[in-house]
């Protein structure tokens, strides 16, 4: 009897902490700028280059989605400024796309903390990413 109600307390257990990191999971929320963010950018061509990004933000909760909302102009006018210093090459490669994601975050992160005074954006993703 008493294995029998060990057995039930650890399995309770588990669930109970299972279903505790399951619900810190639920507190991220997105935000994707619209219409998407289309600029040109360095091109060693005659004709202009231009990109096509549709940018995806994960943040911790409701609350800083809201600030995210409000300060999306912001946001929006840096990424264009850093997709359009890119070269042709930069645009075209794989790493040249992570590098710009990366620095995407790092400055979407520095404005949010200049603005609201922490970090409100935990990832940046591009969802689809054209280039001409």
């Not at 060990?6 to 399951?22: M, R």
């Not at 999971?25 to 994707?32: M, P, W």
């Not at 070269?87 to 200049?114: F, W």
Request: aromatic share 8%.
């Amino acid at each position: 009897m008493k294995q029998l109600v060990l057995a039930f307390l650890l399995t309770f257990t588990s669930i109970v902490a299972v279903h505790a990191e399951d619900s810190a999971v639920d507190d991220y929320a997105y935000y994707g700028f619209e219409p998407d963010i289309v600029t040109n950018y360095l091109s060693n061509r005659k004709k202009l280059g231009f990109v096509r990004v549709n940018v995806e933000l994960m943040v911790r909760g409701k609350d800083d989605l809201s600030m995210i909302e409000h300060h999306e102009p912001l946001l929006r006018a840096a990424i264009i400024e850093i997709l359009g210093n890119q070269t042709e090459a930069q645009i075209k490669s794989l790493s040249g796309r992570e590098t710009m994601r990366q620095q995407c975050l790092e400055t979407v992160n520095q404005l949010l903390t200049e603005e609201m005074g922490k970090k409100a954006v935990v990832n940046l993703l591009f969802t689809k990413y054209l280039y001409d």
